[in-house]
């Protein structure tokens, strides 16, 4: 574990996670547009199919053609931000034992430099 | 896009002199002009029968002759050789319909994506070329949700058009398999790419006896592909498929048990969904600040669930140090995180618990209430064996002591498909909720609705895009909720106030008038009571 490598890793996940925010929420708006358009025109359909016994217009076809290719696209994001989301998590989690333990020696250096652990002194028993 | 891309029509054939002639007919016969067409004798053994036969056509197809590598080896060594923008597969004893490829680009074109592939619906046939049925799909299945085009086994690869460039990236084909190296492929595929169906007839696909795929080996690789392919699917992705890993597993074993001869497959599934529920790891997300004790009781409740695979994240939303007690609970439960949210709202110390969630399912709670032992169970339970991604339950509320019995709020009789209904009447209790991560991937955040009603707004954000199931039994006891005080009333109005702001704000939610009218009319009732209330005590009307 490298303290400079997961912040690194930490650094540039928030960005993408963040893109990926603004894409899925993108993409879902459209999504939900679609599927109130195509709900419209499926019941125009309906209408226009009682008054004059029409088939299904092309326009409608084209229209669940995108919805099918955005909700695709759309879930597919959001597995992706869903991963992210976990590789994230794990890196901050990583950070946070790397914090800690930076902590820990940091204290037991102070701590043995009152014993003169790390201070370069010698104690009596160690003079040659 | 390319403009008129180059198809290549693979047509692998092993020991096939008597049915090739018909298949490379029905390739030459397409109606599509940008063709090339390879045929790859995979070291045939029948005394040069199926070589005579594709000799015939050597001016208009490319013939490659190999020692025998099986059905994957021999759809590689086209493919390493194909020209073409797009890979169609072509078995020896199966027929092109003569529109096939045409009418595939077109609606490729029409798809406007470059890595999509296409699969269509077709026709069987025996083996004199007479149709016996029809395998004709349901659209909207797909169009539902994109991913059961594989996972429902609908996917005939004759029937299929690949992009050579989504080949190049996740080929070659598994020659260590003989009988699922195409779908061992399309499932590595979709880990990226879709395959969507064309809702038409466009192959016809040939059933006879000397096809082995009810061979003992063949079934060992079927069950073995089809166990991964159920494993490699993330919770997520099973949310989305089925609502729940549960269902999707039970969904699973229902196909292949009644379409498949893979029958260690469904016992595989069958048995992951026993364990589903047991096997999900529960996060609960515990905002507290510097009042130690009711977090302490919250967090008791947490830990002591009948449903033991959880961990609870409590998030420290205080400004002093953290007292010995918490610190005690995480040395001596691995179970429970401590992580700091600084002196915040309490939406955005839910959020921080919210990201640092590893469970697949969420629950929240606010210091004071408590759990009942068995209402992760339950709830669980529930939203796993029904498919759901939210749910709430109906409570206690524990704040008078006094009484032996708590009062019960039934808000969990509030589900399935709630909005418009949740926009004037939101029963649901923070402290209730249990949400699926995908929630959280597709954009859920209390902060979204930064304010004094985030909660509310959040709910009501949920209620637009999902079912809510409402549990109508009493899985928690809440003691945050306010009592009948002035100060109280005069949060109510101030929430009431930023929901009012918000719904007006929202070109969807605004439609509604009458909802908006019916909480006008709420708050305005909320400050009458609270102007008297204030007067019989003497005190002044709160201003509103």
Redesign the interface.
């Given at each position: 574990m490298n303290f400079r490598a997961t912040s690194r890793r930490l650094a540039l996940s928030i960005p993408r996670v963040r893109r990926f925010?603004a894409y899925?929420?993108d993409l879902?708006a459209r999504v939900e547009s679609l599927e109130a358009e195509l709900a419209q025109r499926k019941a125009d359909r309906a209408e226009l199919g009682r008054r004059s016994g029409q088939p299904a217009d092309q326009d409608r076809e084209?229209l669940?053609?995108q919805?099918?290719?955005l909700?695709?696209d759309y879930?597919?994001v959001?597995?992706l931000?869903?991963?992210s989301?976990?590789d994230?998590?794990e890196a901050?989690?990583e950070l946070?034992t790397l914090r800690r333990e930076n902590r820990e020696v940091a204290d037991q250096s102070n701590g043995s430099a009152g014993h003169g652990g790390f201070s370069g002194k010698r104690s009596a028993g160690q003079q040659s | 896009m390319i403009n008129n891309p180059r198809v290549t029509i693979v047509i692998p054939v092993y020991n096939g002199a008597n049915y090739l002639a018909a298949a490379i007919e029905s390739a030459l016969s397409q109606t599509y002009d940008n063709l090339e067409i390879i045929v790859v004798n995979d070291g045939s053994t029948d005394g040069g029968a199926t070589e005579a036969v594709a000799a015939r056509y050597l001016s208009r197809v490319k013939y490659i002759a190999q020692e025998n590598r099986g059905v994957a080896g021999a759809l590689n060594a086209a493919v390493s050789q194909m020209s073409g923008d797009f890979f169609a597969w072509l078995s020896h004893d199966d027929i092109h319909l003569s529109h096939k490829t045409e009418r595939q680009i077109a609606y490729h074109a029409k798809l406007g994506n470059p890595n999509a592939s296409v699969f269509t619906d077709y026709y069987i046939i025996d083996g004199t070329g007479k149709i016996i049925d029809e395998m004709k799909w349901d659209h909207a299945y797909f169009v539902r949700c994109p991913r059961l085009s594989l996972l429902g086994g609908r996917i005939n690869g004759c029937s299929l058009l690949v992009p050579r460039r989504v080949l190049h990236e996740f080929g070659p084909f598994d020659e260590r398999l003989r009988f699922v190296q195409d779908y061992d492929l399309w499932n590595k595929i979709q880990t990226k790419y879709e395959f969507f169906h064309q809702p038409e007839t466009l192959i016809k696909y040939r059933s006879h006896p000397e096809q082995g795929s009810l061979r003992e080996e063949a079934i060992r690789e079927g069950d073995d592909l089809w166990i991964r392919m159920m494993n490699c699917r993330s919770v997520c992705e099973r949310a989305q498929i089925s609502g729940s890993s549960k269902n999707f597993l039970v969904e699973m074993a229902h196909f292949l048990d009644e379409y498949t001869v893979y029958k260690r497959a469904v016992g595989f599934a069958r048995e992951q969904a026993s364990r589903a529920v047991s096997d999900s790891l529960v996060s609960v997300v515990l905002p507290f600040d510097d009042e130690i004790g009711p977090a302490l009781k919250s967090a008791y409740s947490v830990l002591c669930q009948t449903h033991t695979n959880l961990e609870l994240i409590m998030v420290h939303a205080g400004s002093t140090e953290l007292s010995s007690a918490v610190r005690t609970m995480t040395r001596v439960d691995e179970r429970v995180t401590v992580i700091a949210g600084g002196p915040s709202v309490i939406g955005a110390a839910r959020d921080r618990g919210l990201h640092a969630a590893r469970g697949s399912y969420i629950a929240f709670l606010c210091a004071g209430d408590v759990f009942m032992p068995h209402k992760i169970e339950r709830q669980l339970t529930a939203m796993q064996d029904g498919g759901y991604v939210v749910s709430h339950t109906s409570y206690h509320v524990g704040a008078s002591r006094d009484r032996l019995t708590l009062p019960t709020v039934h808000s969990g009789e509030f589900g399935g498909k709630v909005y418009p209904t949740i926009l004037d009447e939101c029963p649901i209790a923070t402290a209730t909720v249990m949400l699926h991560r995908l929630l959280a991937a597709e954009g859920f955040a209390f902060t979204r609705h930064f304010g004094p009603a985030e909660d509310i707004l959040s709910w009501i954000w949920v209620a637009q895009r999902y079912e809510i199931l409402g549990i109508d039994e009493p899985l928690a006891v809440i003691e945050s909720l306010g009592t009948n005080s002035p100060g109280n009333w005069k949060r109510s109005v101030k929430q009431l106030e930023h929901v009012l702001k918000q719904l007006r704000a929202d070109p969807v939610h605004v439609q509604y008038r009458s909802k908006i009218e019916a909480l006008e009319q709420l708050r305005a009732q909320l400050v009458e009571l609270g102007a008297n209330d204030r007067a019989e005590s003497g005190a002044a009307a709160f201003p509103a």
């Open positions: 925010y899925a929420a879902r084209d669940e053609l919805l099918y290719m909700r695709s879930q597919y959001v597995r931000l869903d991963q989301r976990s994230l998590s901050r989690a946070e | -």
